[in-house]
Structures are given as C-alpha cells and as structure tokens.
C-alpha cells in the first residue's frame, strides 16, 4: 500500500522518490524535507513503487532489531534495488541497516544481520560518552561523492543533526565518505564502491540547509 504525496502516479513523473514504510522511521519530516529538495515523494511498502522510483530512501528511528525483523519482508526487493543501481539512501537507522549487523542486534543464535550491501558493523560508543549521542556536529568530508559534493555544493564543515547510540565501522575504511567526532571520529556518511547504495548517520530532514543540500543533492543523483 503506498500515499502519495504530490502528484498521483509514479510512472508519469520525472525525479520521483519512494521512501519505504516498514513502520520505523520519520516519515512525515523525510517526507517533507523531500519535497522541499524537489522531489516528488511516495511512502509506501510496495515493491513496485520501488522499482519504479528514479531514487528510494530507508529512514529509520530506534533499534536494530526491531528495524531489520520489520524490514524482512522487504529484503529481497531491497536488495534487488542495489542490484538496479537505483540510488538506496539509508538514514540514521536506515544507514545502520546498510551493514552487515550490528552490536545491538548480536544475541547467540537469535542475532539478526542487516542487508550486507556495505560490509561491516554497528558499534556502541563506550569512551564514556554521555549515549545517546544527541545534538549538532560538524562534517568532515573524507572523499568525493554526490551526497556530500553534488550539483547543491559540498557540505564540508557545515553542521548536521544526530540521534543515535550506535556508529557504523566499515570493513573497508573506503566507505567511509564523511566523519564527525564525539569522543571517537565515526562515519556520518557512506557508501557503497557503486556509490548507488549509501547512508547518513544523521537526519538530512532535521539538519536545516545543511540537510536540505544533502537531499537536493540526492535528488539531482535520482535524476542524473
């Protein structure tokens, strides 16, 4: 089942966008931030709604766990809109479950494993760090990419909103295209060796201009 928001149908619009409902996440202020960067916006968990949007955005607020079980039904078209080199932007939670698993789902036999498409884990800040993480940081940009240096300008140095416990820690350090500090530097961007699949660690629809340059620049990857 999908809501549209703007025009009525996918397939007759330019730059559309489907933000995947799976019962986690900002839907309403994604949704929004989306429209104001130009697109044009469905949230929806069909999977026909996915393979017809020029881009698709997981979003996702709270716990590993809970975001990949209610996400499983959804995995395999998930994994077959990377496999399409349709753009897959992850935020905050959504990006975590970019990875192969994490810290927070890890539990023997009953662990859980995320979507794999960028190898490696979630971790739990443990430097003595007041957790959650919550507030604004500045972003250092670590290489090129789309995201963060597109046709909107390039978001090195400016500031972005955080929420979360957890940080992303990349097998391949090349993933890594942005990085903030609190206590520890961590990834607050990255993304795959296509540089079709990536992810913030911050919320883009909650982080004002800076956010709104994000997914401007998100858009003009969509319709690229």
Same mark, same amino acid.
């Given at each position: ?33 989306? @429209? &104001?960067?130009?697109?044009? $916006?469905?949230? +929806? #968990?069909?999977?026909? /709604?996915?393979?017809? =949007?020029?881009? *698709? ?84 940009? @670590? &290489?090129?990419?789309?995201? $963060?240096?597109? +046709? #909107?300008?390039?978001? /090195?140095?400016?500031? =972005?909103?955080? *929420? ?61």
């Amino acid at each position: 089942m999908s809501q549209q928001a703007g025009r009525p149908s996918l397939e007759t619009v330019d730059a559309t966008v489907a933000v995947v409902d799976y019962g986690l996440g900002n839907l309403h202020s994604v949704t929004r931030g989306l @429209e &104001r960067a130009g697109a044009t $916006v469905a949230v +929806t #968990d069909d999977p026909d /709604d996915f393979h017809a =949007a020029d881009g *698709v955005v997981l979003p996702g607020v709270g716990a590993f766990r809970e975001g990949v079980e209610n996400a499983d039904p959804l995995r395999e078209d998930l994994l077959a809109v990377a496999e399409s080199d349709t753009p897959l932007f992850g935020i905050c939670l959504g990006m975590q479950m970019l990875l192969t698993d994490s810290e927070e789902g890890a539990a023997g036999e009953s662990a859980v494993r995320g979507l794999d498409l960028i190898p490696g884990t979630n971790v739990r800040f443990d430097g003595g760090q007041k957790v959650p993480h919550m507030g604004w940081n500045d972003l250092r940009v @670590e &290489r090129e990419h789309p995201l $963060v240096s597109g +046709t #909107d300008g390039s978001v /090195d140095g400016e500031y =972005a909103y955080f *929420v979360h416990s957890y940080y992303a820690v990349p097998d391949d350090e090349s993933a890594v295209v942005a990085t903030t500090e609190y206590g520890t530097r961590f990834p607050a961007v990255i993304a795959d060796e296509s540089g079709t699949v990536f992810g913030t660690q911050f919320h883009p629809e909650k982080s004002g201009e800076t956010g709104l340059r994000i997914l401007r620049n998100f858009v003009s990857l969509c319709t690229a």
